[in-house]
């Protein structure tokens, strides 16, 4: 991974607004969900051509894989990316760049 990086936390959270204007809320899901966006730059073809397959691989947001947090290492054994469209630009040798943004899933 290269840096910038974001990691994200979310919770899922429902609330129900009943007719006087209370609101009583609940989660969807106990645990917290994260979400990193990855920036690459300065690769080459083939390595564009590599992240393209694993897209392939994947169908988009269809697949689902294991994730490794760069920061602390935990495996994380359902996740999938965040969109169905790939894209990157190669502007010259070694000046590919691209971002992906990996989702974990509800289990």
Wanted: hydrophobic share 35%; proline share 3%; net charge negative.
């Amino acid at each position: 991974m290269q840096y910038p990086a974001t990691k994200t936390l979310q919770f899922n959270t429902d609330a129900i607004r009943f007719l006087d204007g209370t609101e009583q809320r609940f989660r969807d899901n106990p645990s917290v969900l994260h979400r990193w966006t990855i920036q690459l730059a300065l690769l080459d073809a083939s390595e564009l051509a590599a992240f393209d397959q694993f897209f392939e691989s994947n169908q988009g947001r269809f697949g689902s894989f294991s994730f490794t947090d760069p920061w602390d290492g935990t495996v994380y054994q359902n996740c999938s990316l965040a969109a169905d469209t790939f894209g990157f630009q190669l502007s010259g040798e070694m000046q590919g760049k691209t971002s992906l943004i990996v989702c974990e899933n509800l289990t």
